[in-house]
């Protein structure tokens, strides 16, 4: 069995890592079981497959608003919600803001400049302007049309 195509919603994986990712609609509350029930399918194709699976890892990230959170559950253990989590690098909170996310990136940033000062003996114009897209504006553009800066104080921030 082929677990992606038995799921109506998003199952994506990248490495050992797999997301069950839905939208539910509050008005129609069979969504959420919805969510459950390809959780349950995962369960079972991982038993099929004799894929491990570590339930202490297992998050609930759910984006909203203000809607109540809805409960899951992995096998009998129940799914731990989380208000944050990283994603191939990229921290998304429950509310899609990416102010964390600019912040962390500057501080990363900041540390490789740091480096760079501490490390590099020259100080020839040429030498420090090579080195910047090389080793600092990476941390700076990395996913950045995922998380790029909404609010006006991360965009000062950031540069």
Known sequence: MDLICESERTFSKFANDN???GVVDM?????GSLIQ????????WACENRVKIIKAKCKALQVSQCNPKHNY???REWIQSSPEEKDL???VDEKLNMSQQCTLAAQKANCVLGYI???VTSRSREVILSLNPALVRS???YCIR????QHKKDIELLE
């Open 27 to 31: 008005l129609e509350a069979r969504d």
């Open 19 to 21: 997301k069950l990712c």
């Open 139 to 141: 941390h700076l553009e």
């Open 37 to 44: 029930t390809d959780l349950d399918r995962f369960e079972r």
């Open 146 to 149: 995922l998380w790029g800066p």
């Open 117 to 119: 000062k501490r490390r």
């Open 89 to 91: 690098g990229v921290l």
């Open 73 to 75: 559950r992995l096998g």
